[in-house]
Structures are given as structure tokens and as C-alpha cells.
């Protein structure tokens, strides 16, 4: 590829997956990365919170993973796992920060290296006019921003990655009916370059539905709580998030 006139360098990928035994599989994939800045990277508009940065280079760097996947099958249930560790080291990333006059605006910083792993968990029982599902996942994220003349221990968090996400949700069906519970878990997150962090959240949301059908007509009718809790939590820095909601509605299929 050619960008304003200068040639791009050559990105390539390349992955397998070996089979150990019928229900077991390992994999691994490498990559090469190079990114130019985006749009609004260099030319956010100029307001209160944030500016753009014109004078963005472009970021370069690599990315490695491993994992193994198992799924079987026994008596009426389905069960499949897949752990995968991966880490990739950026050059001259791009990193939106708060500037001297508290405006986040992206620069280029020394680098940054990523690395984590994810776990994913599926099981499904089928008992007659019965189905439960439960699906479970974490993931251990450590995204430092690179600083050759820090030690490793004072190298900060990238803004807003959680180093710990977990979940857990769970379905009960039965002929039209189901109900399900999901759980969501975010450990503290940073929100600037001098490590102040925003508070760990833990959300539960709970869905009840019925499907019915009128002539050639489907119809679902729905209750949601959401945030059953009543959690205090923010996403952002400075935005509060909705507390315990409710929703009835009905959805129609023609």
C-alpha cells in the first residue's frame, strides 16, 4: 500500500491448529502490525475534554498467541473450553492521554506491551422440555505503556484496560419460557498517566421471556431488570452509569 506517496511496509499473519485427540486441539498464531493514525486520532476537533494530534506517526509492532480448545459430549450435555495466552508489543503506539492543560489528546509513546490470557467456558443440557446453558470467561489483562527509564514495576496500566474481566451467565428454558442471569465483573481501571483508578464494578442483570405465536405471527414479551444490584459504577471517569432499570416490552415478527 501506498499512503501520501510513501510505500507501507509488507503485513503478514500466519496461524495452525494441530488436533491431539478428538476432543482436544492446540493452536497458534503470530502476526505483524502496523497501523497509521486514524482520522480522529489527528483531527479531533478542539473541545473541553480533547483535542487531535496532527503530528501522529504511525505504530508498528508484533503479536504472538497460543491456546487449546477441548469440547465433548456426554450423556444429554455439551461441554467446550478454550484457553488462549497471547502478547504483543507495539513501537511508537498511540495512546490518547490528558496534556498539560487536562485535554486527552493521543500521542506517541516509547511503546507498549500487551500481554493476557482468555479463558471460555460453554455448557449445555438438554433435559426434555428443559435447556440449561452456562457460559463463564475471564480474562487477565496486563497493557503497560513502555518507558525505558522506569523499572518494570513503575510502568503504568494503559487508560481504561481492567487488568481482571470476568463473567457468568446462566439460562433456564422451558418450552416458551426461559429466564437468565448475567453477571459481568471489571477490576479498577486507570483513567490517566499518574495511575489514579476508577472503582471495581460487579453488574447482575436478569431477562425473563415468553414466545408465543398468533397465526403466522411470533411474538416475544419480555421482562429486564437491569443492574438488579443498584451498582455505582462508571465506565468513563466523571460519567455515571444508569442505576437498577426495568423493561416490559413485546417483540413482533411478521
Not at 503485513?11 to 478428538?22: H, K, Q
Not at 506517526?57 to 497471547?86: C, D, N, R
Request: one cysteine or more; hydrophobic letters at 35%.
Amino acid at each position: 500500500a501506498i499512503t501520501d506517496g510513501d510505500a507501507q511496509p509488507f503485513i503478514y499473519s500466519g496461524g495452525a491448529e494441530y488436533r491431539l485427540v478428538s476432543s482436544f486441539s492446540l493452536k497458534a498464531a503470530a502476526s505483524k502490525l502496523y497501523s497509521l493514525p486514524d482520522l480522529n486520532d489527528l483531527y479531533w476537533g478542539r473541545t473541553v475534554f480533547a483535542v487531535g494530534n496532527p503530528n501522529l506517526l504511525p505504530e508498528s509492532g508484533w503479536s504472538a498467541e497460543a491456546g487449546i480448545t477441548e469440547q465433548h459430549q456426554f450423556w444429554k450435555m455439551q461441554v467446550a473450553h478454550e484457553l488462549t495466552i497471547y502478547q504483543n508489543l507495539l513501537n511508537q503506539a498511540i495512546v490518547w492521554l490528558p496534556n498539560e492543560n487536562n485535554l486527552w489528546t493521543p500521542i506517541n509513546v516509547e511503546g507498549t506491551k500487551t500481554s493476557g490470557l482468555e479463558f471460555t467456558g460453554n455448557l449445555l443440557l438438554n433435559a426434555g422440555k428443559s435447556t440449561i446453558s452456562l457460559q463463564y470467561d475471564y480474562a487477565y489483562t496486563d497493557a503497560r505503556i513502555q518507558d525505558s527509564t522506569k523499572s518494570k514495576e513503575e510502568l503504568v496500566q494503559k487508560p481504561y484496560i481492567p487488568k481482571h474481566k470476568a463473567g457468568i451467565n446462566i439460562k433456564y428454558q422451558y418450552s416458551s419460557y426461559s429466564v437468565a442471569l448475567f453477571t459481568q465483573y471489571v477490576s479498577e481501571r486507570y483513567y490517566d498517566n499518574v495511575s489514579r483508578p476508577l472503582k471495581p464494578y460487579l453488574l447482575l442483570d436478569l431477562y425473563v421471556n415468553y414466545s408465543f405465536k398468533i397465526k403466522n405471527t411470533d411474538l416475544l414479551t419480555y421482562f429486564k431488570c437491569k443492574n438488579v444490584l443498584d451498582t455505582d459504577y462508571e465506565i468513563m471517569n466523571d460519567y455515571a452509569q444508569p442505576g437498577r432499570s426495568y423493561y416490559i416490552g413485546t417483540n413482533i415478527k411478521f
